[in-house]
């Protein structure tokens, strides 16, 4: 867990966003929802592929999805 953690810490200028999905709050992870802004494609998966969690096969697969911010004039801070 803390090479993860240190994972997503040491790529916080391109992983904004990330945690685990669960049911509800008291179930175990069920999956994780990242939020990247990469320069391509090819960079968003490298992200994901290099984490890990995904070498060492605890997420063995991922879904690539493209965002549209509702509110574009919010800001993650």
Not at 37 to 65: C, H, I, T, W
Not at 68 to 73: E, M, R
């Amino acid at each position: 867990m803390q090479a993860h953690l240190d994972y997503l810490a040491e790529n916080d200028q391109e992983i904004l966003v990330a945690g685990s999905l669960r049911e509800s709050p008291s179930n175990s992870p069920t999956g994780a929802l990242w939020i990247i802004e990469a320069e391509s494609e090819s960079r968003a998966m490298q992200l994901v592929e290099r984490d890990p969690f995904f070498r060492k096969g605890l997420r063995n697969n991922y879904e690539l999805l493209y965002w549209s911010k509702a509110f574009p004039h919010l800001v993650i801070v």
